[in-house]
């Protein structure tokens, strides 16, 4: 077994690290050839990060929310060559989104009521990309959750500021 440096018809497709191929038969009903033994590897370690992600509600909400954002932003995207939008900073718990929309009030709504709306600056996707840049020192979950404090603290006021003034 082993020997394989390709993938055979109807053989486990899983690559060894010394580069050669399972050649088990593969099992049953698969999605894609492969053999019981690694099928079961790659179950446990989905499990395994499934259940670590599970145990804390608020990231399961946070990549939820960053799904829907993606199907949202897309759409959003075709928009944008319309007109510019807004890039808001939205606190929910203790992580910061900053995330760009066209239609805000619609946007907000996909949130908990427990989410504070701390800052808004108007701007487009360009805009957003570079925030995401300039904080991502405090990056903590998927693209957009940013850990609030430091300079996005102080950023956040200097939006404030300039809108209060
Ligand atoms: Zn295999």
């Given at each position: 077994m082993?020997?394989?440096?390709?993938?055979?018809?109807?053989?486990?497709?899983?690559?060894?690290?010394?580069?050669?191929?399972?050649?088990?038969?593969?099992?049953?009903d698969?999605?894609?050839?492969?053999?019981?033994?690694?099928?079961?590897?790659?179950?446990?370690?989905?499990?395994?990060?499934?259940?670590?992600?599970?145990?804390?509600?608020?990231?399961?909400?946070?990549?939820?929310?960053?799904?829907?954002d993606?199907?949202?932003?897309?759409?959003?995207?075709?928009?944008?060559?319309r007109?510019?939008?807004?890039?808001?900073?939205?606190?929910?718990?203790?992580?910061?989104k900053?995330?760009y929309?066209?239609?805000l009030?619609?946007?907000?709504?996909?949130?908990?009521?427990?989410?504070?709306?701390?800052?808004?600056?108007?701007?487009t996707?360009?805009?957003?990309?570079?925030?995401?840049?300039?904080?991502?020192?405090?990056?903590?979950?998927?693209?957009?959750w940013?850990?609030?404090?430091?300079?996005?603290?102080?950023?956040?006021k200097?939006?404030?500021?300039?809108?209060?003034?």
């Amino acid at each position: 077994m082993y020997k394989a440096t390709s993938p055979q018809a109807g053989t486990c497709t899983v690559q060894r690290k010394n580069g050669e191929f399972c050649d088990t038969p593969s099992a049953d009903d698969m999605p894609f050839p492969i053999c019981g033994r690694h099928a079961s590897r790659l179950f446990a370690r989905m499990n395994e990060l499934l259940s670590e992600f599970d145990s804390d509600p608020l990231r399961r909400l946070m990549a939820g929310l960053d799904d829907m954002d993606s199907r949202r932003e897309r759409a959003d995207k075709r928009a944008a060559k319309r007109g510019p939008g807004v890039i808001y900073y939205v606190l929910v718990g203790n992580l910061l989104k900053i995330g760009y929309s066209q239609s805000l009030q619609a946007r907000l709504r996909t949130y908990p009521p427990s989410r504070k709306l701390l800052a808004t600056e108007p701007g487009t996707f360009a805009l957003e990309s570079q925030r995401h840049a300039q904080f991502a020192h405090l990056l903590d979950s998927g693209r957009e959750w940013f850990r609030f404090e430091g300079d996005l603290v102080e950023h956040v006021k200097t939006i404030r500021d300039h809108v209060a003034a």
